[in-house]
């Protein structure tokens, strides 16, 4: 994940010119790399100096598919024990927890300001998120196929996840359907109501 320019920009005067460089590289470090708890120190900075509430959400999100993007990129590598590979595994989904309830925090303090805008730009994060568990699934059972069934407990909770961000697509999908079929029975209703009205007038 590319970090925000303004975040490092304020890393540079804070550290100055090697802290930009020191954060540009732990930003590609992987959890094998030394420089990996300096990626997670700099996330925590990002997190404390984004002030816009969308903006966090995004973040959180970008975040989550680092975390996807590093278990899958040391998967089979030469360093990578079943003990660092199942701790990637578990961080990735402390993070999903966390960009989900990030998530839900924020939209429903939006909806109750009316702010349609921001809501629907929550949304947008939110269909990348469902995106997002499929990668998580594919990845999750890569890593289960090299490193033996480590992580179980992950994987159900993507599963589990997976089902029922499909159910709520089904529910709304009935929803629609229902209030489109109250619409054509109203409509059909009405123009019944018309016919009928126009023929008593005429019998008299």
Do not use: H, W
């Amino acid at each position: 994940m590319k970090k925000v320019f303004s975040i490092l920009l304020g890393v540079v005067v804070i550290l100055g010119v090697g802290g930009y460089f020191l954060a540009t590289k732990a930003d590609a470090a992987t959890p094998l790399d030394t420089l990996y708890p300096v990626d997670l120190f700099f996330e925590s900075v990002e997190r404390v100096v984004t002030l816009d509430q969308v903006a966090l959400v995004e973040l959180e999100q970008n975040i989550l598919e680092e975390r996807e993007l590093e278990l899958g990129e040391i998967l089979g590598t030469e360093d990578a024990t079943e003990e660092v590979v199942e701790e990637c595994m578990n961080r990735m989904e402390e993070q999903r927890k966390r960009m989900i309830v990030k998530l839900g925090e924020t939209q429903e303090k939006m909806e109750q300001k009316g702010n349609t805008e921001v809501v629907k730009a929550l949304e947008q994060v939110q269909n990348k998120y469902q995106e997002q568990i499929q990668k998580q699934i594919e990845t999750t059972t890569k890593a289960q196929e090299q490193y033996g069934n480590i992580g179980q407990e992950v994987r159900d909770n993507l599963e589990m996840e997976k089902n029922t961000l499909q159910n709520q697509g089904t529910d709304t999908q009935i929803q629609q359907q229902n209030q489109e079929q109250n619409v054509d029975n109203s409509n059909s209703s009405d123009t019944g109501n018309s016919s009928g009205s126009t023929s008593g007038r005429g019998n008299n």
